[in-house]
């Protein structure tokens, strides 16, 4: 059997969080009613003219300056022609001469880097709505900023590929981009695939378009790889072409022959001059540029020592990661941090208890979640009484250590109270306390546990064991 091996490249789109479109003072918002962004020019209308969004640019320039690009000495636009109902102008401003970034590289989750071919800037075409076997034209997204990112054909399989995005994503936000958010469409990606044989031919590269989901990029690329790979050992030429991933049915089909550069008749955009990029404004960018998450991820499982699920959990936005580094000032024990933020405050957040959804909303700050943590790692406070504070802390401005008081939950580690409560659990247990002095030690766990269901869990376990083993001593028949 011929061996080939996968040449995967990927293009990623991602819409920029700016307040208003590229080129115009419309509002980039999601979710409008259809066509209620809309005006002359992101429109297309004779005789309106687009002036850059300064907000986009810095925006690309963060993503470009984290993954370490080149930037261009001076930023320039063309239009990309082609003729389609979500193109109103019957073009697309966009950068093919002189791309706002170029080389840099990707940190894969391997450690592998993926170099990045080129970055820039584009307006995004209308969104194509269909009903009821009619068609529609949304003009809400015509207009709206994209970077857009092409990375060299350097992933060597499916799974890969799919790592690659997840990466790039996670960098994007971390930097303040765009939110990413692939099921609203604001991350989209297509890919090129094609095999290389064994003797280092090159097969014919496919594009697959338009994949809105981490799981349809892994399944449309492993999909088409293994087609790919029949038609070549079944002696059948690969075409050139466009195709587009069928999620039902499992696989790609057809969408139209690949277009040539020629055929996008480019020509310089010349409404908007071309201009040099300010390096004074680049530096202050550079300046205020968050510690990339692939180097976060590191620190966290090499110095820190957290395991690679519980680092993950911490990485899932940059308000999670900053809310641990700053509880981390106010704790020496990050593994601890980090469990009652992937346990805890992650299941108090899904309740949505009193309307609070995420870590933004939180009343009270990383160094009282990391009293609250210390608190029940000392044993001062059990998990359940912690989990109480926790909830109270949701209401009240008071800290932990006040509320621990306030609410009595307290543990009792000696004195009256604890002998009180171990005795009232012997008198309720007389067969285990039977048991115990028959040398079945067994019994003692059963007398423990009605110990601590007696003191509502503010008993602690060691101090109720000893207790118990103590009265038992000296109440020998």
């Known amino acids: 059997m011929t061996r080939f091996e996968p040449v995967i490249g990927l293009e990623v789109h991602c819409q920029l969080g700016t307040l208003s479109k590229l080129f115009c003072a419309c509002a980039n918002t999601f979710g409008a009613p259809p066509s209620t962004l809309a005006c002359e020019t992101c429109s297309g ?16 320039l963060r993503a470009a300056l984290a993954l370490g690009c080149e930037l261009a000495e001076r930023v320039s636009f063309d239009r990309k022609h082609y003729s389609y109902c979500d193109l109103p102008k019957g073009f697309q401003i966009t950068q093919a001469r002189t791309p706002l970034g170029t080389g840099g590289s ?18 995004d075409a209308a969104k194509i709505l269909h009903r009821g076997g009619e068609s529609f034209v949304d003009l809400n997204r ?3 900023p994209l970077v857009e990112c092409v990375t060299a054909p350097e992933f060597a399989s499916a799974a890969e590929a799919r790592d690659g995005l997840e990466r790039l994503r996670e960098l994007l936000v971390f930097v303040g981009a765009g939110e990413c958010d692939m099921e609203r469409g604001s991350l989209r990606c297509d890919v090129n695939v094609s095999l290389r044989a064994a003797d280092g031919a090159l ?9 809105n989901s981490f799981v349809h990029v892994h399944d449309a690329l492993a999909h088409e790889l293994a087609r790919q790979r029949a038609m070549l050992e079944g002696g059948r030429a690969i075409a050139r072409e466009t195709r587009l991933w069928d999620a039902e049915r499992g696989e790609t089909r057809p969408m139209r022959e690949k277009e040539g550069s020629a055929e996008y008749r480019w020509l310089p955009e010349a409404d908007l001059p071309e201009f040099a990029l300010d390096r004074a404004r680049v530096a202050r960018l550079a300046a205020c540029l968050p510690e990339p998450p692939a180097s976060r991820r590191r620190r ?19 308000a999670s990661s900053d809310f641990f580094e700053a ?11 980090a469990s009652w933020m992937a346990n805890e405050l992650r299941a108090l ?3 949505r208890a009193h309307g609070i959804a ?33 909830r109270e802390m949701l209401r009240s401005p008071r800290a932990p250590r006040e509320l621990l008081r306030a609410l009595g939950l307290e543990r009792i580690e000696e004195g009256p109270e604890l002998d009180e409560l171990c005795q009232r659990a012997l008198e309720a247990r007389p067969e285990a306390l039977a048991d115990l002095r028959a040398g079945k030690l067994r019994a003692l766990e059963a007398l423990l546990g009605a110990a601590l269901a007696l003191s509502g869990g503010r008993a602690h376990p060691d101090a109720a064991r000893a207790t118990l083993v103590r009265l038992v001593r000296e109440q020998r028949p």
Do not use: C, M
Not at 45 to 60: K, M, R, S, T, V
Not at 203 to 210: A, Q, S, T, Y
């Open 327 to 337: 509880a981390l000032k106010h704790s020496r024990d990050p593994r601890a941090i």
């Open 106 to 123: 990707l940190e894969l989750s391997s450690g592998k880097h993926v170099r990045i071919e080129r970055l820039h800037l584009e307006e």
């Open 300 to 318: 966290y499982v090499e110095e820190l020592r957290l395991d690679r699920e519980l680092a993950e959990v911490v990485l899932e936005s940059p």
């Open 358 to 390: 995420a870590l933004e909303e939180l009343p009270f700050k990383p160094f009282d979640f990391a009293e609250l943590v210390e608190l029940a790692s000392s044993g001062r406070a059990s998990r359940p009484a912690a989990r109480t504070i926790l």
């Open 203 to 211: 097969g014919e590269r496919v594009e697959i378009k338009n994949l």
């Open 45 to 60: 209308q004779p005789g309106a003219l687009p002036a850059l969004n300064g907000e986009a640019l810095d925006l690309a």
């Open 349 to 351: 957040l899904r309740e």
């Open 142 to 144: 015509a207009g709206v």
